[in-house]
């Protein structure tokens, strides 16, 4: 073989191989940009089914409120109170409803409950009363079982004595002097109420029936005069509208009586004047006539 076909030969086989080594890194890039690629589609896959099974949790765990039905929903109720029959002691007062009331009203009652004020209520009257016995009675509500009852006589600058009698009614015989006493009303040995009561002495009873006092004469009779004059008012408001035409008459022909009067004095003032206002005869009229006749 010539030197010429042997350089040609190795020529050529640094060629194909050339051309093998640049076929065989083309081939390893594009595998490992294919990998590269799997890859990522692969970390995409799992961030979309992370996302996906976050969002399905949270869906899970969010569920949208309730549309409460208008009709089945609870009305707020406002409840006020009336005022408590009683200033002092045990009372009753109303429980009122302003809002929510059945049938539209504004306002209706609910119930009555129990009401209470200050404990001490001074002295008070008795129920019932005769020459002979006096009829005492403790504040109370019902049922009277409820409560119990503490009776005291009281001594002045002494201990108060404890009666027997623990019901709500106490009856008392007049004394040869006056007497007094105190009831306490306990709840649970607490006390609500108390009361006093005095008791006259017959006699003194008779006193205070047979003495009025000058302030209730005068009262009395400032109203029973006020009562004519209203009575009497109305009567003869009553009257006027009644026979309003005669009325009317009746003033319009006292309301003409001086027109009528003012217009005579009127002309007669005119009259008056008018014969005043005349010319008086002349002075040299009888000088004249005295010398004619002559």
Not at 67 to 73: C, K, P, Q, T, W
Not at 106 to 121: A, H, L, M, Q, W
Request: aromatic letters at 6%; one cysteine or more.
């Amino acid at each position: 073989m010539s030197p010429r076909g042997t350089g040609c030969s190795a020529g050529l086989l640094m060629t194909v191989g050339w051309l093998l080594l640049a076929g065989l890194q083309s081939a390893r890039g594009t595998n490992v940009t294919a990998a590269v690629q799997d890859a990522g589609l692969a970390h995409e896959g799992e961030g979309e089914e992370e996302t996906e099974n976050n969002d399905s949790e949270t869906a899970e765990n969010y569920a949208p409120p309730e549309i409460e039905d208008v009709s089945n929903r609870n009305v707020v109720k406002e409840v006020e109170f009336g005022r408590c029959t009683v200033t002092c002691g045990i009372g009753v007062r109303e429980v009122i409803l302003t809002n929510g009331c059945p049938g539209g009203e504004s306002k209706c009652v609910v119930r009555v409950e129990e009401c209470r004020g200050p404990v001490d209520c001074g002295w008070g009257k008795p129920i019932s009363e005769s020459l002979e016995s006096v009829r005492l009675a403790c504040i109370h509500t019902s049922p009277l079982n409820r409560f119990k009852y503490m009776w005291k006589l009281l001594r002045q600058d002494q201990q108060s004595i404890i009666l027997v009698n623990d019901s709500a009614i106490l009856e008392v015989p007049r004394e040869s002097h006056p007497l007094a006493f105190e009831c306490d009303t306990l709840d649970n040995n607490e006390i609500v109420a108390t009361i006093k009561f005095t008791v006259y002495t017959s006699s003194e009873l008779q006193m205070r029936r047979s003495s009025l006092p000058a302030t209730d004469a005068a009262l009395i009779f400032v109203l029973t005069i006020g009562v004519i004059i209203c009575v009497f008012i109305i009567f003869l408001l009553i009257f006027i509208i009644i026979n309003w035409a005669a009325v009317k008459a009746f003033w319009g022909a006292k309301a003409s009586t001086p027109e009528v009067q003012s217009e005579q004095s009127s002309v007669r003032y005119k009259d008056s004047t008018s014969l005043d206002q005349l010319p008086t005869e002349m002075p040299g009229e009888d000088d004249a006539l005295s010398e004619w006749n002559e």
